[in-house]
């Protein structure tokens, strides 16, 4: 293989690409905002996972040791994601008359069924908001002195103790992005945020500790800002979460650090913290249903129970850039799934399995075919132009459909780009359209459509098409003359 492409990363602090150049030589430390689970994610949260996880998987496809780090929080959120308002997990404990813990405990096992349909990798670490409230306040008391002050409902951040805060943000004026949090009395400045929050006289929650403050809770920001660099150091190499964290809850948390770690202003990257801040942009949904307060809003769950494969949605995401907006709707999942069939039933004929951990290099010691080494330092372009995996989709199919090459080195490239993209080999029956209301199991419409095959082949069509309006009737759409030879669907 040819030199191949250094790897370039779109960082969100300096809104430029930059060549990736790890902190420590050969390693590639990375945290991830996580949930907070006061309820179920919906996709639309599920997509700043599936970025995060492409981008662990391009660092290891580059041989970098990866060590990812993704926080559950279960504390300290409040509902306005500022300083205002109720604690997320407290108000739902409440509405459901539930142990906070239970609360906590019952949306972290739905968020981590919801990261395995959707093939992302574990990462080295959960760290969990609520095992590290002592090194919260520790962290708290350490910059207290120089940067905090108290008021009645907490300790505050002042904004204006470190240099270029809001830099991230890009906000130029109170009235643009940290302006827009609610108004707390005694505040010196608009953007001023809390990093411990007292309980109310009169009032107890759930959750709450001890601190030279007063008993209460610590700031959500302080959380990650704790976490991150307990587990990673400081500075540690990238950042990553949804681009709604970039206006408020990052810039807050780069204050934090910079206090934290005594640096100076952000012409610096390093002095944030991580070298580079990554943000996955929005899925958009036009109906209104990617609320959480909307009722029946878009989750993977309910995905799944219309007959969707999951690994249907992480294609979805792959066909956009991460930076991009990307508009869901059913008929584009769809698109996505057929794409995925056809990807998955012609790589089938070639390979069994996906490997894992494959790299760039040890790919390009056994794939030497001169029609496939183009293809792989395509591909590995593709992937080192800021994980651009539209192009990187196209260029496996281009291998998938490739002729008279050696078959092994052919194996291994599709083999490798899977590994690289996280697209698995389920089973073609998994991918059937298959709503969980459906009427007929599996076994039922086979037999059904092989009396009907029979029929066909005696020029019965008078059965067959009985056989078809029977299987209509009940939701079984056949798709005669598919290419694909998926031969139904129920609709």
């Keep these: 293989m040819q030199d191949t492409a250094p790897l370039k990363l779109?960082?969100?602090l300096t809104r430029q690409l930059e060549t990736f150049e790890p902190v420590h030589p050969g390693e590639a430390r990375v945290y991830s905002c996580g949930p907070t689970v006061y309820n179920y994610p919906h996709i639309g949260n599920m997509r700043a996972y599936v970025f995060a996880d492409l981008l662990g998987r391009t660092l290891s496809w580059n041989g970098y040791k990866l060590t990812h780090v993704i926080n559950i929080t279960d504390v300290g959120h409040l509902t306005d994601d500022a300083d205002a308002g109720e604690d997320k997990m407290e108000k739902m404990a409440a509405e459901r008359a539930q142990s906070i813990w239970d609360i906590a405990q019952h949306y972290t096992e739905a968020y981590w069924a919801d990261i395995r349909a959707l093939n992302i990798r574990q990462p080295a670490e959960w760290t969990i908001a609520t095992d590290y409230v002592p090194q919260m306040i520790a962290f708290a008391q350490s910059i207290a002195e120089k940067h905090c002050y108290e008021l009645d409902s907490g300790l505050y951040f002042d904004v204006s103790s470190v240099a270029d805060y809001g830099r991230l943000a890009r906000a130029a004026s109170d009235d643009e992005g940290e302006g827009r949090i609610e108004?707390?009395?005694?505040k010196r400045h608009a953007a001023d945020f809390a990093i411990w929050r007292k309980t109310p006289a009169g009032e107890t929650r759930q959750m709450e500790w001890d601190s030279p403050w007063g008993r209460g809770a610590p700031g959500w920001h302080l959380e990650c800002s704790v976490m991150s660099g307990a587990?990673?150091?400081f500075p540690?190499?990238?950042?990553?979460?949804?681009?709604?964290?970039?206006?408020?809850?990052?810039p807050n948390e780069i204050a934090q650090n910079q206090a934290y770690c005594c640096t100076n202003g952000l012409d610096v990257p390093a002095n944030s913290g991580a070298r580079l801040w990554m943000h996955n942009n929005f899925l958009v949904e036009r109906s209104g249903k990617m609320s959480k307060s909307s009722g029946e809003f878009l989750r993977l769950q309910l995905l799944i129970d219309k007959g969707y494969h999951p690994h249907a949605y992480r294609m979805m995401c792959l066909q956009a850039h991460y930076r991009s907006e990307l508009e869901f709707s059913w008929e584009g999942l769809g698109a996505a799934l057929t794409r995925l069939k056809r990807l998955l039933a012609a790589a089938r004929t070639v390979i069994d399995d996906i490997p894992d951990g494959a790299t760039r290099a040890a790919t390009a010691a056994v794939v030497t075919h001169p029609k496939l080494t183009p293809l792989l330092e395509k591909f590995d372009a593709a992937l080192a132009d800021d994980l651009n995996t539209p192009v990187a989709l196209t260029v496996l199919e281009e291998v998938v459909s490739v002729k008279k090459v050696d078959a092994a080195q052919k194996a291994a490239l599709i083999g490798a780009m899977m590994a690289a993209l996280g697209i698995a080999l389920p089973l073609r029956e998994d991918l059937r359209i298959r709503p969980r209301i459906a009427q007929m199991d599996e076994a039922e419409i086979d037999l059904a459509l092989e009396r009907r095959k029979i029929a066909r082949a005696d020029k019965d069509f008078a059965t067959s098409d009985a056989i078809r309006d029977e299987l209509a009737g009940k939701g079984v759409d056949i798709m005669d003359g598919d290419p694909l030879g998926w031969e139904w669907k129920l609709g």
Excluded: Q
């Design 231 to 233: 587990v990673l150091g």
């Design 10 to 12: 779109f960082n969100s």
């Design 183 to 186: 108004k707390v009395e005694g």
């Design 236 to 250: 540690f190499d990238i950042h990553t979460g949804g681009i709604d964290h970039r206006e408020i809850h990052h």
